[in-house]
């Protein structure tokens, strides 16, 4: 423990008269940026400017797909007819080869469906030959 180098009573330092002069706090703490209600209400404004360009683009995307759909609608026939038309060169290819490689087969019918019925069946059209493509 350490001894004092005296018996004197300790001097306690005291402020100078009059007090000590007032601190001018907004000088050294300066505002630090926005208030809380600026920056909630700002987000805010973000956010709901945001849900509106979402709503924009999804309503455009919408008006996109549905001139896509009316323009696949308006050429549906074209292409349907030229399905056709592929779908009968080959039926007449096949009912040629099929005439080819039956003849000498007695009673059988080229183009005759294997169907016992009256309904219309299309035939698979593919190649009879498979190394052909």
Do not use: H
């Not at 016992?116 to 190394?131: I, Y």
């Amino acid at each position: 423990m350490s001894v004092r180098p005296n018996n004197l009573p300790p001097i306690q330092e005291m402020p100078p008269p009059g007090g000590y002069a007032t601190l001018d706090v907004a000088r050294i703490f300066p505002k630090r940026g926005p208030k809380g209600w600026q920056l909630w209400a700002g987000s805010s404004l973000l956010i709901a400017y945001g849900f509106y360009q979402v709503g924009q683009t999804n309503q455009e995307k919408n008006r996109q797909r549905y001139l896509e759909r009316q323009t696949r609608y308006a050429i549906a026939p074209v292409l349907q007819a030229e399905a056709d038309r592929v779908y009968l060169e080959k039926e007449l290819s096949n009912l040629k080869k099929e005439a080819e490689i039956m003849k000498n087969v007695d009673g059988w019918q080229v183009g005759k469906s294997p169907y016992n019925s009256n309904r219309f069946m299309p035939r698979a059209v593919d190649n009879f030959d498979t190394q052909c493509k």
